[in-house]
């Protein structure tokens, strides 16, 4: 439909319409099915609230959809056809890695190649539009929802979230295939106190616009249709009632021109959170604050007509609102196709998932990462008797949160793929301990060790439940839950060819592990194929690459915790492991992370020859190209992520010692020298001022190769 069109369908129709194009519904409250909500579920919907809406997230089919979009549009003066939004985080049908895992593959077209298979899926399984990328820029993995992020650097979240974006919308948006896409949780909803969800974040200008901002804006720039803003309170106000940031940084300096959606039952929640004095206060705080759509609160369904007629709110605020809405819906084609090429035949979603097992074999393996290996791994190929051990070595629960239509009957697990890999090898399974917080039962333990001694090699596959991380996930230890620990301790102590393989959607404790493992190969939640990759992985059938797109602490005392820090002015000189006097650090514990950002071994080695920047001399605005040389020192091939990161060596504020300014990876045969040429954006260059300015100030600069504190190579230049 032409602009013109769209604006005289909008002068059609009446102000009940227009606002319940900004009503968003549950399906199972319309349904009344059981489908999992995220948040409360009391309201009841009338009769009235149910005659006009604007859209519907959490269905399971096509066919609910077609079914409810027909029923829908058949009863309506002015045929508006509904929005049918989900969380399509991972995958859709196929799961693929979390997307903490993915962001950790260092590479944005296979990111963008799985968002654009789960978007294949979607679509044909009726969905419109998904509330993805989730880019909250996170470092404390207490919060169980660093799983949906894309880790602890703001710049590589950027570049994830808008491969994401990139993905799932395609080319067009009338193209079959494709969904629209809602960033979230616009801000800070990543820093909750204590890593508790839902809670308070407090958060300077200076450290949002620096760390917090600047993931949601490039998702944006990448083309998002849509904005969630975080339901927690930021700053003293939920962000669904920030004036500041939803009206002058969104609209007035962003120019984002699209939609916004609240969170889950956020205006509700604003009375409870104390600052609405009822629904009708809600509605109008939201509206103000620019918020298109209420995701089933009800406050816009029950109060925003009679705000509207006490002229707390003009008629214009809620045509350009529901003007909005009805743009994503012109832009998704609906209007020309209300089912937008959704099939009802579930065959066509089984389809493409099996034709998308492949791809999640890939991003499996690419997000993997060696965090430890003594030299046990890879195990040979020729093992006769493998103990696969712990209680991820036979399950397909190894999907993670948020992949809200996998079918996990349909996960490999890890012993199935050992066994397909080796047929001919005796695989013996103990399940072991359980992963459950708290539990005391040990009783397979002895089992366990036993297998281990009379095996060849032992794979042990530990780790957090798919639901300890996500929505409402968060713990206070993050140590391995269970007897998880003494099953490491005695299987590793029982036969020294032992891999542990960690399963999980954080970040975790392992401090106690990491001291008698002699291997350890850090799975997340891989998704369907995970099995197949870990075995592929374990075997040398394929190399690991992955690196850490968020640190994992030496213990939860550290958090929050992330490798970007600042200098203070007492610097830590001494060796992590010992204490030092009046400097910044710990009595009990160092005070680098166990394993930073960054890391991530492979089979073979690589040695940094060199670093060349093709300029020393800059002027403000250019930006620098740095070619790295470097060698395969090892026996295999190997693909190495090449980090580059930036020091600004002084400056008007406290910046920090290092800072990611670009990356790329390099595939190196044995023996074999080549270089990669990275660009330093001079983007990378900013910092936030205290006169409230985004500025590159003269001076000079590093840049190093490496990550965390294995910087080298570095080099100076001076920008001016
Ligand atoms: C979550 C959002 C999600 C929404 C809809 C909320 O509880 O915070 O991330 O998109 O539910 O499922």
Not at 76 to 101: K, N, S
Not at 513 to 539: D, N, Q, S
Not at 585 to 610: A, K, V
């Amino acid at each position: 439909m032409k602009t013109e069109a769209l604006k005289k369908l909008l002068e059609s129709m009446t102000l009940a319409e227009k606002i319940g194009q900004l009503v968003q519904w549950n399906y199972a409250a319309l349904a009344m099915t059981d489908a999992e909500v995220t948040g409360p579920e009391t309201l009841q919907l009338s009769a009235d609230a149910m005659k006009y809406f604007g859209s519907v997230l959490n269905f399971s089919s096509a066919d609910e959809m077609i079914r409810l979009q027909k029923q829908y549009l058949a009863g309506q003066e002015h045929p508006v056809p509904l929005l049918f939004m989900m969380d399509v985080i991972h995958g859709y049908r196929t799961a693929f890695p979390i997307p903490l895992a993915q962001a950790g593959s260092f590479d944005p077209d296979l990111v963008k190649e799985c968002a654009r298979a789960a978007s294949a899926e979607a679509a044909a399984g009726g969905v419109h539009l998904t509330f993805t990328p989730m880019v909250d820029h996170v470092r404390d993995p207490r919060w169980g929802r660093v799983m949906e992020s894309c880790g602890e650097d703001p710049y590589l979240s950027g570049i994830m979230g808008a491969a994401q974006v990139e993905g799932f919308r395609g080319k067009d948006l009338t193209d079959k295939g494709t969904l629209a896409v809602c960033v979230k949780h616009y801000a800070g909803y990543g820093a909750p106190e204590g890593g508790r969800d839902y809670n308070q974040a407090e958060l300077s200008e200076h450290v949002l616009r620096e760390w917090y901002l600047p993931a949601y804006k490039a998702c944006l720039d990448a083309g998002a249709d849509m904005i969630m803003p975080s339901f927690n309170s930021l700053n003293g106000l939920p962000s669904v009632a920030n004036p500041w940031l939803m009206n002058q940084v969104l609209r007035d300096e962003w120019r984002f021109e699209g939609a916004v959606i609240s969170d889950y039952n956020a205006l509700d929640e604003l009375i409870t959170q104390g600052v609405a004095e009822n629904r009708q206060h809600a509605a109008v705080q939201a509206m103000n604050c620019g918020c298109d759509i209420d995701m089933v609160s009800g406050c816009y369904a029950s109060d925003l007509e009679k705000a509207v007629r006490e002229g707390l709110i003009s008629e214009d605020q809620i045509n350009t609102a529901a003007m909005r809405v009805l743009k994503v819906k012109n832009d998704l084609g609906l209007f020309e196709d209300p089912f937008r090429g959704a099939s009802a035949d579930p065959e066509t979603v089984n389809r493409l998932a099996r034709e998308h097992r492949p791809l999640a074999e890939k991003a499996a393996i690419a997000s993997a990462v060696l965090l430890k290996n003594t030299g046990v791994l890879p195990f040979d190929k020729a093992a006769k008797r493998i103990a696969v051990i712990g209680p991820f070595a036979d399950s397909r629960e190894i999907v993670g949160a948020w992949c809200c239509n996998c079918d996990t009957r349909e996960t490999v697990t890890v012993a199935e793929g050992i066994r397909t890999l080796l047929p001919d090898a005796e695989v013996t399974v103990v399940t072991g301990c359980s992963a459950r917080i708290g539990d005391t039962d040990g009783s397979m333990i002895g089992e366990a060790a036993h297998a281990a001694e009379n095996a060849d090699c032992v794979i042990l596959c530990v780790g957090e439940e798919m639901e300890c991380s996500g929505e409402g996930r968060s713990r206070a230890s993050i140590s391995l839950p269970g007897m998880q620990a003494e099953l490491v301790r005695r299987v590793a102590g029982a036969n020294p060819n032992t891999a542990v393989v960690l399963f999980g959607g954080r970040p975790l404790d392992l401090t106690p592990v990491e001291k008698i493992a002699p291997a350890m190969l850090e799975m997340w939640m891989p998704g369907t194929e995970g099995g197949t990759a870990a075995a592929k992985l374990l075997f040398g059938d394929a190399e690991p690459c992955g690196k850490l797109a968020m640190s994992f602490p030496k213990s939860a005392g550290q958090l929050p915790l992330f490798y970007a820090r600042s200098n203070t002015g007492r610097p830590k000189q001494a060796p992590e492991d010992e204490y030092q006097p009046y400097c910044s650090n710990y009595m009990d514990c160092g005070n680098l992370p166990l394993y930073s950002f960054g890391h991530g071994l492979t089979y073979t080695e690589f040695r940094y020859d060199e670093l060349r920047s093709e300029k020393t001399e800059l002027r403000a605005g250019e930006d620098l190209n740095v070619t790295v040389r470097l060698t395969n020192t090892g026996k295999r091939t190997g693909t190495e992520t090449v980090q580059l990161y930036i020091n600004d060596k002084f400056s008007s504020v406290v910046t920090p010692v290092q800072k990611l300014a670009a990356f790329g990876r390099i595939t190196l045969a044995p023996g074999e020298s080549s270089e990669i040429s990275l660009t330093v954006s001079h983007e990378r260059m900013k910092l936030w001022n205290f006169a409230g300015q985004s500025v590159i100030e003269p001076g000079a600069f590093e840049i190093s190769a490496g990550y965390a504190d294995h910087l080298l190579l570095t080099q100076t230049f001076t920008v001016s």
